[in-house]
Every structure is written in C-alpha cells, then in structure tokens.
C-alpha cells in the first residue's frame, strides 16, 4: 500500500485548509487510518484517527472541533478538514495505515505517506 498525501499550504489564522491521502490497493476499506503531525524541532504527534467504516473516530484534545477526519472508501482517500486553523497547527502532516484497524495514537501503524507541509500565520 503506498499513501500519497496532499492539500497543504500556506493559510492565515482562522483559515480552513483540507487534506487528502490517497491510498493505492484494493484492501484500503478495511485498514483504520491515522493523521499525525511533526512540527519544526518536535517529535511526531498523533492528530485523529478513523475506522475502516468510517464509523468510530478519534482526536488529540488540540484538535477537537476544529478538525474532522473522514474517508471514501471507494475513492480509497481519507480527509482532514482543519477549520479555525491556529499558528500552532504549523506541522508537516502525515497519514498512516494501519492493516489491523487501529486508528489510535498508539497503534504501530503498517504504512507512512510522505506528508504534506501546513503553515498558518499569525
């Protein structure tokens, strides 16, 4: 499975960017999914999580009600909609797969995409 993630930028303060990670493979709609996030000197974060079926989802504290995560199985890509965007968000941004269904900060995910750059001025 390769993971190709895209949508980053540059955005102002309260702007809104939506990343995608298209996945290659026919086995995409049974693997739980993850974004993280690496800023600048810090180490990897976990942002959110998602189920196979799209119908259990998770998030950092950080994040919660200002980013969703979302996937279309059919389309074999996963989403993150990232609303309110503050300069802290400032990360590269990475998706991750995991063949056993774990969508936490902690599962060891099987599969990296290569990240996406976000960058949110003040």
């Known amino acids: 499975v390769q993971l190709q993630a895209s949508g980053g930028g540059l955005v102002q303060a309260g702007g809104s960017l939506r990343l995608s990670c298209a996945a290659s493979?026919?086995?995409?709609?049974?693997?739980?999914m993850g974004w993280f996030r690496q800023a600048l000197g810090k180490e990897r974060a976990f942002v959110a999580g998602?189920?196979?079926?799209?119908?259990?989802?998770l998030y950092h504290d950080s994040v919660k009600g200002r980013f969703t995560i979302s996937r279309d199985n059919p389309k074999n890509t996963v989403y993150l909609q990232m609303d309110s965007l503050k300069p802290e968000d400032t990360a590269v941004y990475y998706c991750?797969?995991?063949?056993?269904?774990?969508?936490?900060?902690?599962?060891?995910?099987?599969?990296w995409g290569q990240g996406t750059q976000v960058t949110v001025s003040s």
């Open positions: 991750a797969a995991d063949r056993g269904g774990g969508i936490g900060p902690y599962t060891k995910y099987d599969y």
């Open positions: 493979g026919r086995t995409f709609s049974t693997y739980g």
């Open positions: 998602i189920s196979w079926s799209g119908g259990r989802t």
